[in-house]
């Protein structure tokens, strides 16, 4: 079973017809156990980083999926739901820096480009071990951010550039996250879609 961790973000509706596509039962929940106890959980997010990571805490997401990643049970980030995975942002809610999950060390930065955000498709500089971009390492992907996570982390590290480069997807053990928005990305986004969840 699938679960899409529903703390308030706007694109979980498109996220869940997407991920129905796979074999798995998809559900979603703010509920705990349903969201420790899935195979894999699927965290969207949309809109400011700190919005975000306070709706996240409203419903224990930051314990959920820390708690996942101590069962070594797979996540998924999203947009927003990847950046959140991260220590801190530079972008502001109410002037106030807020506080990621930390479970990647670095700080989220706002991209250095004449045109922000940064909308529509792009193509992805696949890492060589990368397992979400198995047979789509060629394919674009739809992004719509102004802000992004640059510095490597521990595992796989997929890049793509606009205004410099940044880090468009991150593959761990247990948490991976993209930047972009599979759900949006047609085929190439079912295709990882389906990536990441046959290892569950």
């Given at each position: 079973m699938i679960a899409i961790l529903d703390?308030?973000?706007g694109n979980i509706r498109s996220a869940q017809r997407a991920f129905e596509k796979t074999k798995h039962?998809?559900?979603v929940t703010s509920d705990y156990q349903e969201a420790v106890s899935a195979d894999g959980l699927v965290v969207p997010g949309v809109g400011a980083f700190g919005s975000c990571m306070k709706a996240l805490l409203k419903i224990d997401g930051d314990k959920i999926i820390k708690e996942?990643?101590?069962e070594k049970k797979k996540t998924l980030g999203i947009c927003v739901g990847m950046q959140i995975l991260f220590e801190s942002s530079d972008e502001l809610l109410n002037g106030e820096s807020i506080k990621?999950?930390?479970?990647?060390?670095?700080?989220v930065v706002r991209l250095e480009a004449p045109v922000i955000p940064h909308m529509g498709f792009n193509e992805v500089e696949v890492d060589e071990t990368s397992k979400l971009f198995k047979g789509i390492e060629k394919e674009r992907f739809y992004f719509v951010h102004s802000y992004a996570a640059k510095d490597p982390v521990v595992g796989a590290n997929s890049y793509c550039d606009y205004g410099g480069g940044f880090l468009a997807a991150i593959e761990s053990q247990t948490v991976s996250a993209v930047q972009f928005h599979p759900e949006k990305s047609g085929a190439a986004g079912l295709a990882l879609i389906e990536n990441w969840?046959?290892?569950l």
């Open positions: 703390y308030g973000s039962q998809v559900i996942r990643q101590q990621g999950l930390g479970i990647f060390p670095g700080r969840a046959s290892g």
